[in-house]
């Protein structure tokens, strides 16, 4: 009986100790066109709706230009947010952005790194067509005081050397800043499919939430171009986690509105234990 008693308090001090943490990447398409059907204009209506209604306590958006970051910081009212526009260091440019509930969550140290040989500095990396830049943020439960190191990014769509170099980065820095040895979120658009070195070099250090997670949801691929008639087979959108957390969920959710998605990525959610 003894013994039974502690296998029981045990199991309660372990479920007491998880901490269960929503995470959504999504690239949500910057502001282009700025007419017609798929404007942000037209889209985003129903895109704040639909972050409200899954309400993830951490949320990484890629390709967010200024005044969309704008509206996402007025509207979500939950919300606080971390991240820089990439152009400038400031607020020019498309911001690889954090956001996070308030209500669950302090920021105990961000900041933004840039893809490049000069990453801590406004820079272009390697072959890229453009600045791309990786921004991270140490959060705290405010109840369990649990820490979490979440990194959000977007990498080159066109240079070869570019991401295969800013994987590597993003792993050394990773390596860098968590001498705690504290859980990792890595999430963003990388441009790449599964299949790519650079996402397998990856996932030699961070596990790719969809493999291990215990229920898996949706279609197969992240990329929809806004074309609603054809399959979304393209995965080039993920969420990593370090080897210790547990992935309970995991979806790519391709919610509609007549006929016509609120991005041309579809969003990736999942729900984690730390």
């Known amino acids: 009986m003894k013994s039974f008693l502690t296998v029981i308090c045990f199991f309660f001090l372990m479920n007491?100790?998880?901490q269960d943490v929503s995470v959504m990447t999504y690239n949500i398409k910057l502001?282009?066109?700025?007419?017609?059907?798929?404007?942000w204009t037209n889209r985003k209506p129903f895109f704040i709706n639909q972050l409200k209604?899954?309400?993830p306590d951490i949320l990484g958006v890629q390709e967010a230009l200024p005044n969309q970051m704008k509206d996402m910081d007025s509207l979500l009212i939950d919300y606080n947010f971390v991240g820089v526009g990439r152009d400038d260091g400031k607020d020019k440019g498309e911001y690889s952005a954090i956001f996070y509930n308030h209500?669950?969550?302090?920021v105990l140290k961000s900041s933004t790194f840039w893809l490049s040989d000069t990453p801590e500095q406004v820079s272009m990396g390697w072959d890229a067509v453009c600045n791309r830049v990786c921004t991270y943020a140490l959060l705290q439960n405010k109840k369990t005081n649990e820490r979490?190191?979440?990194f959000n990014t977007h990498f080159d769509h066109v240079g070869l050397e570019a991401r295969k170099n800013s994987a590597l980065l993003i792993i050394k820095k990773i390596k860098e800043i968590n001498t705690n040895n504290l859980p990792v979120v890595l999430m963003g658009d990388f441009n790449m499919e599964e299949s790519h070195e650079s996402i397998q070099y990856i996932k030699t250090y961070l596990k790719d939430s969809q493999e291990i997670s215990n229920i898996v949801f949706g279609p197969t691929g992240t990329f929809n171009g806004f074309n609603f008639n054809e399959p979304v087979t393209r995965r080039i959108d993920f969420i990593f986690v370090s080897p210790k957390i547990e992935v309970d969920k995991y979806g790519i959710l391709s919610d509609s509105k007549d006929c016509k998605y609120p991005s041309d990525h579809l969003p990736v959610y999942v729900e984690l234990k730390i």
């Open 103 to 106: 209500k669950t969550f302090k």
């Open 16 to 18: 007491l100790k998880a």
């Open 31 to 39: 502001d282009y066109p700025k007419e017609g059907e798929n404007s």
């Open 148 to 150: 979490l190191l979440v």
């Open 53 to 55: 209604f899954y309400n």
